[in-house]
């Protein structure tokens, strides 16, 4: 859901700025404590998965584009520090180098796509695992949460950004309903990817699921043949 330049006027795009820098900050903070050899070599893995996926767009709005997300895969698989760096690194890469999304909207974007998705799909696996078994189908499930739900929220936060600076004269309410729509397909494609990526990696090495590390003192429940 790239927003190209002019879709949201500069003083709110710069607000947008600010709040993805201060997060990036955060970020980098935070992930000190979570990256080490096996974290570190699987959130490259995960920046470049996201990158790949991301560059099959499809128009949604004038200036708009949808595509999967992969915030909800890189927070499972890395936590939402890292998490978030990896999609913020991947926008920046694309906004630079394949002008997909304008650098004024980066920070528009970066809010969406690196801060909303990867909050979103944190809480909801959070909450998932709290009543679904701590198994390969437990976290397949929600995977498949995580990923459907974030990618539409994220899609309301544009809704939200034109709202405050919108440059288009388009009413609010076919706009959200539009993104809505659409990225609830989307959002159902990602998350039958993310939890088909997800189930593989914990089928060969459930160690390497971040959202599965509170639990690997019990890697019984988490076994390739493991339905409960």
Known sequence: MHVSDGIVNLPVSALFGVVAVGWIALCLVRARRDLD???APMAGLV???IFAVQMLNFPVLPGVSGHLLGGALAVILVGPWVGALCVATVLL???LLFAD???SALGLNITNMAIITTLVAYGVVAL???VLPKSRVGIVVASFLAATISVVVA???FVFEYALGGEVDKALGPISATMAGVHLLIGIGEGL???TTVATVAAVRPDLVYALRRYREKPLLITAGSNT
């Open 37 to 39: 050899d096996r974290l």
């Open 47 to 49: 920046a470049a998965f």
């Open 93 to 95: 890469v694309q906004a």
């Open 101 to 103: 999304g304008g650098l």
């Open 128 to 130: 998932a695992l709290r």
């Open 155 to 157: 899609s309301q936060g």
């Open 193 to 195: 990817i993310t939890a």
